[in-house]
């Protein structure tokens, strides 16, 4: 069980704007602004998107937004293209445990 | 440009010791501020982190495996190692080698990833 909840699918039609969630504690999202969002396409490593709850790394596109509160963490992708399929994974630095822990990852299909 | 590359056996038996190196290119591992970590992910599976070894030695495991585990570097040929005993068919996954930026833990290079295969 992994420590971060996120729903384990979600789909949307191109160009429409879709918001994936990331569920922790106060441990880990709630209190640090350490949250990093993944896109994964099949067969190839992990990609960071997000960084520090709301930056992007140079070259994401910034269709990609995230923000958090609370214990919840969001991903949200406006303009949904056929290529945004893939699986998104959340992270946090935890206080208790793993500093790294993430979330069983979303699979997003674009119909 | 960052670039990180896992090698290893691709089969291991039952019982033995995993062995896998990531070797690091555009960036000396001994630089401050970075984390180099190994993540693994099981056949359909989610990300699990295993544990990571900082620029300055210092090293920090998964609980669920901190008894198995032992990551490693070697500044002279710029790569880090990790080393995972008595494995089981449980511990076949993909398992990837990435460098972390200090304190965000933001995962921003990673290796290609490595399939290892646990099985008599």
């Known amino acids: 069980q992994s420590a971060l909840t996120q729903p384990a699918s979600v789909s949307g039609s191109p160009g429409q704007s879709i918001t994936l969630s990331c569920t922790g504690t106060s441990s880990d999202i709630g209190d640090y602004y350490y949250v990093s969002w993944y896109q994964q396409h099949p067969g190839k490593a992990p990609k960071l998107i997000i960084y520090?709850?709301?930056y992007r790394p140079s070259g994401v596109s910034n269709r990609f937004s995230g923000s958090k509160s609370g214990n919840t963490a969001s991903l949200t992708i406006s303009g949904l293209q056929a290529d945004d399929e893939a699986a998104y994974y959340c992270s946090s630095y935890s206080s208790i445990n793993s500093p790294v822990v993430f979330g069983g990852g979303t699979k997003l299909t674009v119909l | 440009q960052v670039q990180l590359q896992e090698s290893g056996p691709g089969l291991v038996r039952p019982s033995q010791t995993l062995s896998l190196t990531c070797t690091v290119s555009?960036?000396?591992?001994?630089?401050?501020?970075?984390?180099w970590n190994w993540i693994r992910q099981h056949p359909g599976k989610g990300l699990e982190w295993i544990g990571y070894?900082?620029?300055?030695?210092?090293?920090y495991y998964n609980p669920s495996l901190k008894s198995l585990i032992t990551i490693s570097m070697d500044t002279s040929k710029n790569h880090f190692s990790l080393k995972l005993s008595s494995v089981t068919a449980a511990d076949t996954a993909v398992y990837y080698c990435?460098?972390?930026?200090?304190?965000?833990?933001?995962?921003?290079?990673w290796g290609q990833g490595t399939l290892v295969t646990v099985s008599s």
């Open positions: 990435a460098r972390a930026h200090y304190p965000s833990y933001d995962l921003e290079y």
């Open positions: 520090e709850v709301t």
């Open positions: 555009g960036d000396p591992i001994s630089s401050g501020g970075y984390y």
């Open positions: 070894i900082s620029y300055s030695g210092s090293t």
